[in-house]
């Protein structure tokens, strides 16, 4: 059965804009399995993690994680190469980079996962839950909405099992145990193989007038908003969409163009979170842009511009 598998995994292909390298996966593979396959139960990872060791025999050796998922009858892959802006976006809908489109239950744009190299050497993921109604599992079944981890890494999304391999060490014959500690925003992960950190924040959900020091300037044809924020909120990691919690303020400015969520803003960057309408700064379509560099539009049909600054 792993062989069936291994032959048939997903194969990545990269596309290369000029700020950043994406790793973008072809449709999942269909591959034969037992009757009664495609519930919505998850696969168990202990599965996918043997499947996933054997496909990666392939893999020729990158600093980064490669994910794969399985759910009932498909199986697929995608890189996350560990470089300072690179990025994978993982949910149902098709512009996602990692496409779960078998269960309904997954959030059209569920989850961002990056890759990040520690002083050694090794891989360190983030996996980041983007306030969904289901969040992610762990191997032990603990609810999580964002952790960052080193080694392999195995986790649930509904009827989807996934599995995260380090590139470039070696991997054990059998998925770890989850090793978890409890993490702060404002430091560096504790010892734990898998830290939890908190999930990120909607547009005025956490922010205080006493720590809101940070500005969110959102300019449109339906006029302009301004929502502050606090560091907290933009070192969790804000989200600017039409999610029906965002800002009432905010959702007065924009329009059925702009994806439900359309960015994710965190520490000095905005991520595009596989947008229907794009991101765009000076004049580029961009997946992501560090504040500071003029306003970052939204769309292309009524563009919205945002701005992030300072509070005066």
Not at 140 to 167: E, W
Not at 201 to 218: F, K, M, N, P, R
Request: aromatic residues 6%; hydrophobic residues 40%; contains cysteine.
């Amino acid at each position: 059965m792993i062989c069936v598998f291994f032959r048939t995994f997903a194969r990545c292909t990269a596309v290369a804009p000029k700020a950043r390298m994406v790793f973008r996966c072809n449709a999942a593979t269909r591959i034969p399995t037992s009757p009664g396959a495609g519930d919505m139960e998850p696969p168990p990872l202990e599965t996918l993690y043997d499947v996933a060791l054997a496909a990666d025999r392939a893999r020729e050796p990158a600093a980064g994680y490669r994910l794969y998922w399985m759910s009932g009858d498909r199986f697929g892959s995608c890189d996350v190469p560990a470089e300072p802006e690179s990025f994978v976006v993982v949910g149902r809908h098709a512009l996602c980079d990692g496409v779960l489109d078998v269960d309904p239950e997954v959030a059209l744009r569920h989850l961002l996962v990056r890759a990040t190299r520690l002083d050694d050497g090794a891989a360190r993921i983030s996996i980041i839950d983007l306030h969904t109604s289901l969040g992610f599992r762990l191997a032990d079944g603990r609810h999580a909405r964002s952790v960052v981890a080193t080694g392999p890494l195995g986790l649930t999304v509904g009827g989807y099992a996934i599995v995260a391999l380090p590139g470039g060490e070696p991997s054990p014959a059998e998925l770890p145990p989850p090793r978890v500690a409890e993490g702060n925003p404002y430091r560096e992960p504790a010892p734990g193989r898998i830290t939890l950190m908190p999930r990120p924040s909607l547009i005025g959900e956490t922010s205080s007038a006493v720590h809101a020091s940070v500005a969110i300037t959102v300019t449109g044809a339906r006029g302009t908003a301004v929502v502050s924020v606090s560091p907290l909120d933009l070192e969790l990691g804000v989200l600017v969409g039409r999610a029906p919690k965002c800002n009432d303020v905010l959702r007065t400015v924009l329009h059925d163009g702009i994806s439900r969520v359309h960015l994710l803003l965190r520490g000095n960057v905005a991520y595009d979170i596989a947008s229907t309408q794009g991101t765009f700064a000076g004049g580029r379509r961009v997946r992501s842009v560090r504040f500071g560099a003029g306003p970052i539009q939204i769309g292309t049909a009524s563009p919205i511009f945002v701005r992030v600054a300072p509070t005066l």
